[in-house]
Structures are given as C-alpha cells and as structure tokens.
C-alpha cells in the first residue's frame, strides 16, 4: 500500500479544512415576535433555506427584538450588521413611500394578485429596483390575503361609526384613507396593541389576519370585529438580504434561496387561509360580534382609497411607478378573469386611474 507524503497529507488535510469553513454563515432576524404568529412565515422560508442549500449557506434566525428592535431591522441590514431580515415592506415608507404598494394596498390587489404580478408581471424587480436604492436585495416568500379589520370595543357597522375613533392602522395611504373618513391613526408595533387596548390609549386597532389576531390575544380586550379588512386588501412579506452578502454567494446558492422564496410564497398563502378560517371560529367561540360593511359602503371605500392612492402616488414617481405597474396588471389580467368568472381569481377591482398614474411615473 502506496504511503502518502508527509507535506501532501499536510496539504490535503488544509484543503478539507478550506473547503469545510468556505460555508457561508448568515445571521437573520424578523420584525415579528415570537407571539405574533406572522414569524411562522420567516422561519418556515429559513428551514427550506437551509435545506435547499445544503453545506453552502447556514442561516441562524433570531425572532424579532432578540437583536435589535423591529423598526431597526431595516437598518442593520441595510449596514451589514446582519446579512437578512424578514419584514413587511410598508414598515419603511418613511425612507419613500413606493414601500407600501409593496407591502399592501387599500381595496386593491388580493393575495392572489400579488403572486400573479410578482412571479409573471415584473412585480419582482420592481421590489429589487426599490429596495437596491438602499443596497439590499429582496425575495418576496409570504403573502396572505386581506386582513381582519378593526377590532374595537365600540361597534362598527357604518363610516359614521369611525368618527373621532383613534385606531392603530399601519399603512400610509391607509391612515390617510382613515382620516378621511374621521378617524385618526395610531402607529405603534404589533406587541404593543394588546396593552394599549386593554388600558384604552386607542379605541380600537387592526394588526393581521384573524389567526395572527387570535394569537395576538385581540379577543380578551374587544368585543367588537368589523369586517371586511378594507384597509389592507392583502400583504406582503419577504426577506431584505444585505447585496455585498447576496453577492458573495454562489449562484446556485442565490438561486436555491429564490426557489425557497418561491415555494414559501405559495406555502404562506395556503397555511394562513386554513389558520384564518380556524381562527374567525375560535372569534365566535369567544363571543366577538361580527358585523360587515354593505356593498355599498364598500363601493364608496373603493372611490376614496382610488382618490387617495392617486394623490399619494402623484407625491413620489417611484410610488408611480409601482402603482402604475400594478394597474396595468389589473387592466391586462382582467381580459381572462373578467371571461371566466365566476370560476377566476378574485375579482377586478375598478381602481385608480390609470392614465394619472402613468404622468407621474414619468416625472
């Protein structure tokens, strides 16, 4: 039996060693605490990131707060103190407002049509063209479908009932929706709601699906649910990853973390729908009276939000721009949904104007 060198064995033995510590290893955390049953979405794309790209990537997740607090997320990634963060986009619209089409939209798009734009209308890039002003890349991996409504101790049935109510309501274009209507926005983090409820700082709130209400304990502090979510028609969530990071990654291990947010995606959507209709049971079960706007007043919510979005948009050309991109999604996939209703996707929205919208993207 042939020896092997004393130097080679030296040398191959510092090769493996090369080769062991060449795995990239990523520090990740969420916007979300470990309440808030949103962070299932964060740690389900991590488990099939770490699955999918085997010994070239190892990312360790931290739930939200547990590294820096959540409106900071943005920032370490942004710097590199950590390579990814999850997030919902409309939490950065103070640094430009094109973040809150990307995160939600007032009586607009279903979750259904975020995926549709996303995957096959160039949804995707235009996530990538905003958050690449601030050096990040961004994969979409969540999305549910609209949100609960608010949840209040006063019950709501008419647009009168929201007059002088201070709500929690994230959302630019939503709180100016909400003050139009005579009501006044509140801001605060989802781990805040419970108490301010309880002690009545604000007299009502909205935060997520009714799963991620429950789990937020909603039903021990109000009595009261209106439905639908108009505010929030749908969201997104995804993950900002650090570009000098994304960079230093092989390009099958950026492609394996695509295909993760990919599946995710689709994934999110089909575990929060089963999780929000247990959970709308589990409200009765509690005793919340459910009560929901007539289809009038959701056709008068639509004019409004159209207006607002119009004016908000026409504020920033990159906010035009993603609007604009979004209508010509609707106007496109409305020939095929219009056709095959009711057996389609979710209905065709009649939103803002088109043409208005297009002017100022082009500024």
């Given at each position: 039996?042939?020896?092997?060198?004393?130097?080679?064995?030296?040398?191959?033995?510092?090769?493996?060693?090369?080769?062991?510590?060449?795995?990239?290893?990523?520090?990740?955390?969420?916007?979300?605490?470990?309440?808030?049953?949103?962070?299932?979405?964060?740690?389900?794309?991590?488990?099939?990131?770490?699955?999918?790209?085997?010994?070239?990537?190892?990312?360790?997740?931290?739930?939200?707060?547990?590294?820096?607090?959540?409106?900071?997320?943005?920032?370490?990634?942004?710097?590199?103190?950590?390579?990814?963060?999850?997030?919902?986009?409309?939490?950065?619209?103070?640094?430009?407002?094109?973040?809150?089409?990307?995160?939600?939209?007032?009586?607009?798009?279903?979750?259904?049509?975020?995926?549709?734009?996303?995957?096959?209308?160039?949804?995707?890039?235009?996530?990538?063209?905003?958050?690449?002003?601030?050096?990040?890349?961004?994969?979409?991996?969540?999305?549910?479908?609209?949100?609960?409504?608010?949840?209040?101790?006063?019950?709501?049935e008419t647009l009168d009932d929201l007059q002088?109510?201070?709500?929690?309501?994230?959302?630019?274009?939503?709180?100016?929706?909400?003050?139009?209507?005579?009501?006044?926005?509140?801001?605060?983090?989802?781990?805040?709601?419970?108490?301010?409820?309880?002690?009545?700082?604000?007299?009502?709130?909205?935060?997520?699906?009714?799963?991620?209400?429950?789990?937020?304990?909603?039903?021990?502090?109000?009595?009261?649910?209106?439905?639908?979510?108009?505010?929030?028609?749908?969201?997104?969530?995804?993950?900002?990853?650090?570009?000098?990071?994304?960079?230093?990654?092989?390009?099958?291990?950026?492609?394996?973390?695509?295909v993760a947010a990919d599946a995710n995606l689709?994934?999110?959507?089909?575990?929060?729908?089963?999780?929000?209709?247990?959970?709308?049971?589990?409200?009765?079960?509690?005793?919340?009276?459910?009560?929901?706007?007539?289809?009038?007043?959701?056709?008068?919510?639509?004019?409004?939000?159209?207006?607002?979005?119009?004016?908000?948009?026409?504020e920033n050309p990159d906010s035009a721009m993603?609007?604009?991109?979004?209508?010509?999604?609707?106007?496109?996939?409305?020939?095929?949904?219009?056709?095959?209703?009711?057996?389609?996707?979710?209905?065709?929205?009649?939103?803002?104007?088109?043409?208005?919208?297009?002017?100022?993207?082009?500024?």
């Open positions: 039996m042939k020896t092997i060198p004393m130097m080679t064995a030296a040398a191959l033995s510092l090769g493996m060693a090369s080769a062991a510590v060449a795995q990239e290893s990523w520090t990740m955390t969420t916007t979300w605490p470990t309440s808030l049953e949103l962070i299932e979405i964060d740690k389900h794309f991590v488990e099939l990131a770490n699955k999918l790209t085997g010994d070239d990537l190892s990312i360790e997740f931290f739930e939200g707060g547990a590294l820096v607090p959540a409106g900071e997320v943005f920032g370490a990634v942004e710097s590199g103190t950590i390579q990814a963060g999850g997030d919902w986009p409309g939490y950065w619209a103070g640094r430009n407002s094109a973040f809150s089409p990307l995160a939600t939209t007032a009586s607009l798009f279903n979750a259904v049509d975020y995926v549709n734009w996303i995957q096959q209308w160039g949804g995707a890039e235009i996530y990538n063209e905003i958050y690449g002003k601030f050096g990040m890349v961004y994969l979409p991996y969540g999305v549910t479908n609209n949100e609960s409504g608010f949840r209040t101790n006063k019950k709501i002088g109510m201070r709500l929690r309501l994230s959302g630019l274009e939503q709180g100016r929706l909400l003050e139009e209507l005579g009501g006044s926005q509140v801001s605060m983090a989802g781990g805040e709601i419970y108490q301010s409820l309880e002690r009545g700082v604000i007299d009502g709130a909205e935060f997520s699906t009714p799963n991620v209400d429950f789990s937020g304990g909603f039903q021990q502090v109000t009595k009261f649910w209106a439905t639908p979510g108009w505010h929030q028609s749908a969201s997104v969530f995804g993950v900002m990853i650090n570009k000098d990071s994304w960079d230093a990654l092989k390009p099958e291990t950026r492609e394996m973390l695509q689709i994934w999110s959507l089909a575990f929060t729908e089963k999780r929000a209709t247990e959970a709308y049971q589990q409200f009765k079960d509690a005793g919340i009276e459910i009560t929901r706007y007539d289809d009038a007043t959701l056709e008068k919510i639509q004019v409004m939000a159209n207006g607002v979005i119009e004016t908000t948009a026409c993603v609007y604009l991109s979004m209508m010509e999604y609707l106007g496109d996939y409305a020939k095929w949904r219009d056709a095959s209703a009711p057996f389609n996707l979710g209905r065709t929205p009649n939103g803002p104007d088109i043409e208005k919208l297009r002017a100022c993207a082009a500024q």
